[in-house]
């Protein structure tokens, strides 16, 4: 599935990922393959990938959280989501 993440300044990510855990207001949220379409505001927290690898020029933005099961975060302070035919946009701040 692909996934782009944006801020008002600059693209953070745009990639092919296994995977996606978001921070929902209500709580944590996991987007995976064949997900249903979704439309959901984010709090604060940690957008993980989950990849094998992030690429030139968006690693500068990530910490790598585990190494075996390849996760990538991103901490945001709120945001939205939208996902839908295996494709997903996040708008973060």
């Known amino acids: 599935m692909n996934i782009k993440i944006l ?12 995977s996606v855990l978001l921070p929902g207001n209500a709580g944590e949220f996991h987007i995976m393959k064949n997900h249903a379409a979704i439309v ?19 690693a500068k933005y990530f910490t790598k959280e585990n190494e075996k099961d390849s996760v990538f975060s ?20």
């Open 40 to 58: 959901s505001s984010l709090g604060f927290g940690k957008i993980r990938l989950y990849t094998n690898e992030i690429s030139e020029p968006y």
């Open 74 to 93: 991103y901490a945001i302070k709120s945001g939205v989501v939208e996902f839908n035919h295996e494709k997903g946009i996040i708008l973060a701040d």
């Open 7 to 18: 801020t008002p300044e600059f693209v953070v990510f745009e990639g092919e990922v296994k």
